[in-house]
Structures are given as structure tokens and as C-alpha cells.
């Protein structure tokens, strides 16, 4: 999807037909499902930790990701789309994006480019580490719980263009400031950037979501920290201090399901990752999410997903 300078494709073609080495800040890493990448340092101008460019048809990001496979990243991506429709799979679910849009996918997430659709726009990719962490703090880098996809309207989406415009022209700028300021500069211009964009993210999750519910967003923090290990409702409601019937009320208000349902779905989206992109055993996976028992496991996965997880596994390779 990059469009990229001439010399980009001989840097590229040196990375392929390996599964492990070393790409300048990471590896290629082939765990024996979905493969994890690293971000391209090396085709980045003056070998900063982030890229922006324009998006293209004919191409993607790495010569070893096609299109239609699924993998990891270890970066941060943003697309803004100049046109659509174009359907991009995150964290297996599917996101259908337009012109104006925006899908921001962080590090660890796994996802697929469309087979049919094609990307027009601008596309920016960042290191982890390339800010420094009050920024990343302030900005929410590693919000897992907001949406990918984004929809601003009319003003957000102009500064939005005008901050990534000018990230951009930063970007390409290598003849005017020592590459130490020239990295400076880039950092502030990214932040600037991001403080839009997080913004965004946070008020499309709380449009959603409805008006602010204090139950519900303490639930859904004491999930995310315990769901490999618990997953008991009436365990949550005592921890958090409330009944379980106001917990259920809380949970259905904000997210239209039970906390039973809302606890499943994030474990089986973390048992989905773990089978995609390690070659852990079944045994290990149900482990991993609260499941000594391996034959309880694959009988809650395939309730809440239809397959075994031999089956998911199987699909992806």
C-alpha cells in the first residue's frame, strides 16, 4: 500500500523469504502461525521511527504481507482514506471504511488487507518508542478498548488533513535542520497529530457508549486486567462494591449485553490471538484465558465462535 521511492523496493526485497532476522529496531518473528512484523526502519527517511506516505493499489507496506494474509504488526498504523469503500480486517472482526475515514491499528493487533478493495490515501506508521511517554500517556496510544475505525466530521477531519499534511512535509524536509532536530520536530508535529486523533477516538467510544457510566467503565478496567483469571460476574460486582443486578443494568445500558457476554467476548478475542500468532498448544491457549481444562475450553470457544479452535487455528494458515 506504500508508495514508495525507487529504492524502497531493493530494501524490501532484501527482508523477504525469511522468517527471523534483524530489520533495525526488531525481527521478522514466524511463531508458527501468524507472523509478526517489525516496523521497516529501514525504509523510513534518515532511519526515524515513523513513516508517512501516500497509499497505493499496487503495493503493501512489506513485500512478506501480502494483501490477503493475515499478520501482526509491532507498530502503530493510521490510514486516512481518500476514497471507498474499503473493508480492513482488525482483530478478526471486519470494519468497511470511506472516503474521510480513519482506522488506527496499534501494536499486537492482527489484521488483513481487503483481497477486492483498494487504498487510496495517506498512511502513517510509528515505532513504539519514538515518543516519549508523557505523550504517550496523554494520547492514548495503547487505548485497545477504542474503536479502530473513525468517522470525524467535517472540521475534525480538516484538522486532521492539515496536521498530517504538515507531519508530512516535516517528514520529507531533510535538507533544512541537523537530524537531530529534524527528529525533534517530527515528534511534535506527530503529537500534535495524535492529540486530534486520540481525541477523536475517545469521543467516538463515549458516543457510543452514551453518557459517561462510572459502573461500567470500572467493569470493563477490572476485565481487561482480569479476565485470563476470572471470569465469575458476582466475583467483579463484589470487587468493584456493587450488586450484580446494578452491574447487569450498567453493562446492558453501555454496551446493549449482559457482563457474562461482555467478559466472553474479550476472552475469546484474546484466545483468537493467541492461536493466530503463537503455536502454543490448545491446552496452553485455554490456559492462558482462565481454562485449565482444555475440553472446557474448546467447548466455550466453539459456542462463541461456531469452531473448535483447531478449526480457527486451521483457517489462518
Known amino acids: 500500500m506504500w508508495d514508495t521511492e525507487a529504492g524502497s523496493a531493493r530494501q524490501e526485497k532484501d527482508m523477504t523469504d525469511r522468517t527471523t532476522r534483524d530489520a533495525g529496531q ?3 518473528r ?3 502461525g501468524i507472523r509478526t512484523f517489525p516496523f521497516p526502519v529501514d525504509l523510513s527517511v534518515l532511519g526515524v521511527g515513523m513513516q508517512v506516505g501516500a497509499m497505493s493499489p499496487d503495493r503493501t507496506w512489506h513485500e ?9 504488526i509491532d507498530f502503530h498504523v493510521v490510514m486516512l482514506f481518500d476514497d471507498g469503500p474499503v473493508t480492513h480486517m482488525v482483530d478478526f472482526a471486519e470494519h468497511e471504511a470511506t472516503a474521510g475515514d480513519l482506522l488506527w491499528i496499534r501494536p499486537g493487533q492482527v489484521h488483513r488487507f ?10 502513517l506508521t510509528m515505532q513504539p518508542g519514538f515518543l516519549p511517554r508523557a505523550i504517550v500517556e496523554s494520547t492514548g496510544l495503547y487505548r485497545y478498548d477504542l474503536p479502530p475505525l473513525l468517522r470525524p466530521d467535517g472540521p475534525q477531519l480538516a484538522g486532521l488533513r492539515a496536521a498530517l499534511a504538515h507531519l508530512g512535509r516535516e517528514y520529507e524536509d531533510t535538507a533544512t535542520l541537523p537530524i537531530g532536530l529534524h527528529a525533534s520536530v517530527l515528534r511534535h508535529s506527530l ?3 495524535l492529540l486530534r486523533l486520540s481525541h477523536l477516538a475517545a469521543s467516538s467510544a463515549e458516543a457510543a457508549r452514551g453518557p459517561a ?6 467493569f470493563r478496567d477490572a476485565v481487561e486486567k482480569g479476565f485470563a483469571t476470572n471470569h465469575s460476574v458476582s466475583a467483579y460486582a463484589d470487587a468493584l462494591g456493587y450488586s450484580r443486578r446494578t452491574l447487569v443494568r450498567a453493562v446492558r445500558a453501555a454496551t446493549g449485553e ?3 457476554g461482555f467478559i466472553g467476548k474479550r476472552v475469546i478475542l484474546e484466545a483468537k490471538r493467541l492461536l493466530a500468532h503463537t503455536s502454543l498448544p490448545i491446552g496452553r491457549v485455554g490456559v492462558a484465558v482462565g481454562f485449565p481444562d482444555a475440553a472446557n475450553f474448546s467447548k466455550f470457544f466453539h459456542l462463541h465462535t461456531g469452531v473448535t479452535p ?8
Do not use: C, Q
Not at 512478506?64 to 501482526?72: Q, S
Not at 481487503?114 to 498512511?123: L, M, N, P, Q
Not at 457510566?213 to 470500572?218: A, G, I, M, S, V
Not at 483447531?310 to 494458515?317: D, G, I, Q, T
Open 30 to 32: 514466524d511463531t508458527g
Open 310 to 317: 483447531v478449526a480457527f487455528r486451521a483457517e489462518l494458515r
Open 26 to 28: 526488531g525481527t521478522i
Open 213 to 218: 457510566d462510572t459502573t461500567f467503565t470500572l
Open 191 to 193: 503529537t500534535a497529530f
Open 64 to 72: 512478506d504481507a501480502p494483501l490477503e494474509r493475515v499478520h501482526r
Open 258 to 260: 449482559t457482563p457474562k
Open 114 to 123: 481487503s483481497r477486492t478493495s483498494e487504498y487510496h490515501g495517506t498512511v
